[in-house]
């Protein structure tokens, strides 16, 4: 039974419904990112308030701290952290790149050191399932090898060779059948790669498709390039996925280019580093002009943060090293973020999402970067 059901488009933006074990969501969709089964500074209650029906927690961090058979013997992830909508648990595979001084990549897996206590830990694609079984999420993904940017043209085709193999290993491993399996491609940065791990991928039959290793640090034009070489060889009817991009540029070239889903850790750092994020870009608050502005962080906001204090008071907050600040901007960040992706999905529901487009990336261009 497919998961997605495709609801309208608007040139090749889409919006639909991701149907999962324990939540319906509205797509296109921003997943908060809860890393060690929590997004930071915030209660489950308070993502709940945001309207958030989806987040997604860390398989790496997880296996390591406190351990998948802490997790299952609880419960699973929902109840151990009290989270009742939908979850996404990504591989680690992003974890273990972005370590490559601890890590060893070989046909059966990868061995890497913990960045904890470098303890040694080896993952198979079929321990990267099991695992993820175990947590109980609703959307597991496969272990992939990620690239960095730049890469040789040879070894990133020597890596998403090993990511398509490591796929077909995911998918004979899985056995859970109410938890949804999504294949992720790879390809490295040049267009003919990418379109090939695209036919490859999209052939299997996964649940949905991740576009993998973007946003770490190409060009935007490039991403853009990568996007409409990628999307359009993937199948309508499943959900399209682009990991690891959280800023508003970013999002709405993807929805743009046909994606769904999208996670990032940007809001939630950026919230605990005195940073919102707002239409017209972002800046610190911490800043000294702030400290007499009596004004909301966003005029027309509707986020607690803005409806109950002021920009004086939050800088305030982080001056005084008090732990509400980090709370009251990571609120603001991700009810933002919200707004910018259910405003996409209504003007593709209501056919105007090109006007969309250009109104909101015009008002960035005439107000400047906006970023300290």
Known sequence: MNCFELQATCGRARAG???????KIETPVFMPVGTQATVKALTPEQ?????YKIVLC??????LQPGAKVVEQSGGLHKF?????????DSGGFQVMSQESLRKINEEGVEFKSFMDGS?????????????????SDIAMVLDVCTPYPISSDRARMYTELTHRWANRCLSAKTRKDQLLFGIIQGGFELDT?????????TMEFDGFAIGSLSVGEPLELAGEILDVVVPRLPKEKPHYLMGVGDPAGIIQGISAGIDMFDCVMPTRLGRNATAMTKKGTFNISRSSVANDFSSIEENCSCYACKHFTKAYIRHLFKAHEMLAATLLTIHNLHFL?????????AIIEGYFANYCRSWLDWREESGSGTD
Do not use: C
């Open 17 to 23: 419904i991701l149907t999962t074990a324990h939540a």
């Open 47 to 51: 993502i709940k308030d945001i309207n």
């Open 58 to 63: 860390n398989t790496y961090h997880l296996m």
């Open 81 to 89: 952290m009290n989270w009742n909508d939908a979850i996404l648990t």
């Open 120 to 136: 040694k830990h080896f993952l198979t694609p079929e321990d990267a399932v099991q695992i993820q079984e175990q947590l109980g």
């Open 194 to 202: 990418r379109a090939w791990s695209a036919d490859i991928i999209s």
């Open 338 to 346: 919200k707004t910018v992706v259910d405003d996409a999905r209504k």
